[in-house]
């Protein structure tokens, strides 16, 4: 059946039983199964344009109460495998008890530092009838009442006597679209900004102050920053390994102080010498008021030295990488939205595409998850048609979940897919070479497999690019198109991401390729 006659039956459906009032909230119940999830893809689709706006959740569904427990074909314990990635679960045994489960799981997933609720519902429970009663729920606040004033006290104060500020911005900051709260500390104490990977676009990546992402993979002027700064003010942040490298050597000199919702992510990777817990742009408006306005020009020049004596640099001889998100940064006005998977090309989407925007950069960070990128764009595509998506992955990525370009095709609407194609997976081909002697141990993709005929046969347009001269005139091609577009770009497969900071290393041991050559 048509996509557009399918929506059209259920569309006609839901009128005829006047189905949907202004303001539902409609849960779909998903089996994994082609019926539930056709279903929950019609309904987000019909949710854009339907005249009455509804919000729309999806519900797992588990056998019947009386087989739980025992094995039964299809069951599976779904609230044990998803313990450590919710922050809680339910199995509603009980119709009587589904509606108020279902107010509690929402309650639950918005306080706070937001995050996933499973709610699985039996089959039996699913068929079985009780007396609803509407209730008026109650919207979630941000979360103010952990706020100390005492706290903010003291944060103000060690920012009004800081002399070298450093601002470090995290994935907390986009979750509280504190970015105004942000840019607005940054340039009141006149401190320079980095950010993790989560935290991309809270601060604009266009801005004089912003010195590049920190970390493995930071610029040299970052890295170098958080070794000299002295007081690190932590925006959302959580300290992971890849940032901090050296617990022991971290920001030597720097006093810390960390601002975020979860007092779980406090002293947990990093002591601090101060912190504030509580909503990250409800703190920053508290603070924006009790901190004085500061020059540091000193600083600052210090760092505009460093970032014109360690620029990001790559071969500009040959098709590479960087090249190519260059490109599509200059021919989009770094107006996308950008996922990608994990590896060489996520890192250098990081470095060379300067977000200025929240939620324009999606990846899966920590996780470190393949395969993430084709169905995070896809998703992103279909709740903001009228931006430009492009998801950038990597050869060995794209063959994880290069099927959903049928997926995509069938969406019907315009989506750009980059692949690096180096022909291994670069990041462990990279550490192989710096740290294992080149013994390539699983890393080489040299079957043959060619992306363009194989999206070609999903129904997706697809070019191969092998020259830098061809990437403009690709890139415009597919930016202008009206459905998806694969671009196979070849790319020297001893490419590699530069700076970088060895695993477990000080942050001031960052090395580029030109150290390597020395």
Wanted: charge should be negative; glycine fraction near 8%.
């Amino acid at each position: 059946m048509q996509q557009q006659k399918l929506l059209s039956l259920i569309r006609q459906a839901i009128e005829d039983y006047n189905m949907i009032e202004e303001g539902d909230k409609i849960a779909v119940g998903v089996s994994g199964g082609k019926d539930s999830l056709a279903l929950l893809h019609a309904m987000k689709i019909l949710n854009r344009f339907y005249p009455k706006k509804f919000e729309l959740y999806a519900i797992t569904c588990n056998v019947g109460t009386a087989l739980l427990g025992k094995d039964s074909f299809q069951e599976v314990d779904i609230a044990g495998i998803v313990m450590p990635v919710t922050k809680h679960s339910y199995i509603v045994k009980d119709v009587t008890k589904l509606a108020d489960t279902i107010r509690k799981a929402f309650i639950i997933a918005k306080s706070g530092r937001p995050g996933p609720v499973l709610v699985d519902v039996p089959k039996d429970v699913t068929a079985a009838k009780c007396e609803y009663i509407r209730h008026t729920i109650t919207a979630v606040e941000p979360k103010v009442d952990t706020i100390r004033p005492k706290d903010v006290d003291t944060a103000a104060q060690m920012i009004a006597a800081a002399k070298k500020p450093f601002i470090f911005v995290g994935g907390g900051a986009v979750i509280a679209d504190a970015s105004e709260e942000v840019r607005a500390l940054a340039h009141k104490i006149q401190a320079p900004v980095c950010d993790s990977l989560m935290g991309k676009g809270a601060f604009s990546g266009e801005d004089e102050l912003y010195t590049g992402p920190v970390g493995m993979h930071g610029t040299k002027t970052s890295n170098y920053a958080m070794c000299e700064c002295d007081l690190l003010i932590t925006l959302g942040a959580r300290f992971s390994d890849r940032v901090t490298g050296d617990t022991k050597t971290f920001a030597p000199k720097a006093k810390i102080l960390q601002i975020d919702v979860d007092a779980a992510e406090i002293n947990k990777n990093i002591a601090v010498d101060a912190s504030v817990i509580g909503d990250l742009r409800e703190v920053l408006k508290l603070l924006l008021v009790k901190i004085p306005e500061k020059r540091h020009d000193e600083w600052v020049q210090h760092i505009q030295d460093m970032k014109e004596k360690y620029p990001l640099n790559y071969d500009h001889s040959q098709l590479t990488g960087p090249y190519v998100i260059q490109k599509l940064y200059e021919l989009t006005d770094g107006d996308a939205i950008v996922s990608t998977d994990v590896g060489q090309h996520q890192m250098w989407a990081a470095q060379y595409f300067k977000f200025k925007e929240p939620r324009t950069f999606l990846t899966s960070g920590g996780l470190g998850t393949m395969g993430y990128g084709l169905g995070a764009a896809i998703g992103a595509k279909m709740g903001c048609p009228d931006k430009t998506v492009v998801n950038i992955a990597g050869d060995g990525c794209f063959r994880m979940n290069m099927n959903e370009i049928a997926t995509a095709v069938r969406c019907g609407k315009p989506l750009v897919q980059i692949i690096l194609n180096n022909h291994v997976l670069g990041m462990v081909r990279q550490w192989q070479t710096l740290f294992y002697e080149q013994r390539y141990s699983q890393t080489i993709l040299n079957d043959g497999v060619d992306f363009v005929k194989v999206s070609e046969a999903m129904g997706a347009k697809a070019i191969r690019v092998t020259k830098m001269e061809e990437v403009e005139p690709a890139l415009k091609m597919a930016l202008s198109s009206e459905g998806p577009v694969v671009l196979d770009c070849w790319i020297d497969q001893d490419l590699s991401v530069y700076p970088m900071v060895p695993a477990g290393a000080s942050l001031d041991e960052v090395f580029d390729e030109e150290d390597v050559k020395k």
